[in-house]
């Protein structure tokens, strides 16, 4: 398995920008699609996007497209959520996921992180 840690969350104003990063460790991080997810209070985990092992097959949930970039440097073992135009409905635990191909569904990912907070003020 590979072991993932997320960073970089934080408090942030409406229309604030954030990175978030995800280093990784053990398994190769080549191998592996990764994904973002994220659970706001009293709700289920739900997908934010995702990326494949190459970088060159990308999915987004509905409401992050157009502000939302997901990456990933093979080269560091790291993926990275670059996210713009931040919203209060945004504020959540953001949590990085590894699969063994690209997917939407949360129960196709095998390893996760223990998530980053990202609060957005309004």
């Known amino acids: 398995q590979v072991q993932l840690v997320e960073s970089g969350g934080g408090l942030v104003q409406t229309g604030d920008s954030l990175k978030l990063s995800c280093a990784t460790s053990?398994?190769?991080?080549?191998?592996?699609?990764m994904g973002w997810f994220r659970q706001a209070p009293g709700k289920e985990r739900e997908f934010v996007a995702s990326i494949s092992w190459s970088g060159g097959v990308t999915y987004y949930a509905d409401s992050v497209k157009g502000r939302f970039t997901i990456s990933r440097d093979n080269a560091n073992n790291k993926g990275y959520l670059q996210m713009n135009s931040l919203k209060p409905e945004d504020t959540a635990v953001y949590y990085c996921?590894?699969?063994?191909?690209?997917?939407?569904?949360?129960?196709?990912?095998?390893?996760w992180g223990q998530g980053t907070q990202v609060t957005v003020s309004s």
């Open positions: 996921a590894a699969t063994a191909y690209v997917s939407r569904r949360m129960a196709d990912f095998s390893s």
């Open positions: 053990g398994r190769t991080f080549s191998r592996y699609g």
